[in-house]
């Protein structure tokens, strides 16, 4: 077989609002077309319809996976409604799977493509070969940040991919180690490829960054998460350090939580409607974020988990400095950019805090050099890495000239 690849990918993903999985397959995926042979297709699935069942399942998704505030007297009721919609999307996602692997076997068999890539973890069991991408293990490692029904769905699922895979992704050195130690995957079935900065994500300034923050209802000088509200993220922890500063501190700099409402964050929903000056401003669109970045005192990322953490990066990107968790996976792809903290040292997120608010010269040293080390994360750079694994999994020359990281 010479270095041509018929690929199909699962864009499910990449439609309605994009967390950082969506991201990746979209970017991913029109940077191996971007970078393509002659001869070689990527195609998508599912189709019309099926997108259209997506974007009609992702306005319902919100009811669907509502977790209320759950009091002794209702809890028995709130199962049981949980219950029945478990077993509903359950039911969906079998119906959606059977389709799905009869329409890969049958284009597989026709000489169509000759391998599946799943982009979020868990493949369709078809006899296509088939490439995953594992961007993190939180869902089998800490159980407890997630769902229910999600977490029994992994427990159930990740064996059998772990049995189809022939080859994975994952987005860090950290994460390649996770993969071999906890799932069992040997390393030669591994490529690392790390995760792009956007293009548009570069420093805002002037009037550009005044008009970018009137529209998000922003002065400059705030602190700054981006990513889903959800337990990994340890926003809590953040949100209390934050309130601990001096009041003229906090409002000067507020607290500014980008991102939709993930699960299990009861907890955090209630303090930030008891604390004023943190704003939470949901899912922020593509078009504001550089300016979202570039109007940050400091991104404050303190993650307990991460896989990569893409916000780090774009944060690096536009210029901005980082206050991150001393997690592996930080630590691997920031390199001396960032200042970094024990995720559960809530003093010390405080003291840096105020140290950034009373100095703003503090984070220079990280930020120096930067830009040029965000710029060394390439959409392309991770195609190429794509590719080469692609060849792994099929035994041929990638025909780029790339090398596996």
Request: proline share 6%.
């Amino acid at each position: 077989m010479n270095g041509v690849m018929k690929t199909l990918w699962n864009i499910l993903s990449t439609l309605g609002p994009r967390t950082g999985v969506g991201w990746y397959a979209r970017e991913t995926l029109a940077a191996l077309r971007e970078s393509s042979q002659p001869g070689d297709e990527f195609l998508e699935t599912p189709g019309v319809f099926g997108r259209s069942v997506r974007l009609a399942w992702l306005r319902v998704r919100p009811w669907m996976q509502r977790e209320g505030k759950e009091s002794s007297v209702s809890q028995a009721m709130i199962g049981a409604r949980r219950s029945w919609k478990a077993w509903t999307l359950e039911q969906a996602r079998s119906v959606q799977e059977s389709i799905q692997v009869r329409t890969l076997d049958r284009l597989h068999r026709h000489g169509k493509i000759d391998l599946y890539h799943e982009p979020n973890f868990l493949p369709w069991a078809s006899s296509v070969p088939t490439a995953s991408t594992f961007h993190d293990l939180s869902g089998i490692l800490y159980p407890q940040w997630h769902p229910e029904d999600r977490v029994r769905r992994f427990e159930t699922q990740v064996r059998k991919a772990i049995d189809v895979c022939g080859h994975f992704f994952t987005m860090s050195d950290a994460m390649c180690v996770e993969l071999t130690r906890h799932l069992g995957v040997p390393p030669d079935r591994i490529t690392r490829t790390y995760n792009g900065v956007r293009q548009g994500l570069k420093p805002v300034q002037g009037q550009d960054l005044a008009l970018g923050l009137s529209t998000l209802g922003l002065k400059p000088g705030y602190f700054l998460h981006v990513g889903t509200l959800e337990p990994r993220k340890n926003l809590l922890m953040l949100a209390r350090a934050w309130a601990d500063l001096p009041p003229a501190i906090k409002q000067r700099h507020p607290l500014v939580l980008a991102g939709g409402w993930g699960w299990r964050c009861d907890e955090l929903r209630q303090f930030i409607e008891d604390t004023p000056g943190i704003i939470r401003l949901g899912y922020v669109p593509e078009s504001e974020l550089a300016a979202l970045y570039s109007g940050a005192l400091a991104l404050v990322f303190p993650s307990l988990y991460e896989g990569f953490g893409m916000p780090v990066i774009e944060m690096l990107a536009c210029g901005g400095g980082v206050i991150a968790s001393s997690i592996p996976a930080l630590t691997e792809v920031l390199g001396p950019h960032a200042h970094f903290l024990s995720p559960h040292d809530a003093a010390g997120w405080r003291d840096a805090m105020q140290t950034a608010a009373d100095n703003p010269e503090w984070l220079d040293l990280v930020r120096s050099g930067a830009q040029l080390h965000a710029a060394q994360f390439t959409w392309k750079a991770t195609a190429q890495a794509t590719r080469t694994g692609y060849a792994r999994l099929l035994g041929i020359n990638p025909g780029l000239g790339s090398q596996a990281a």
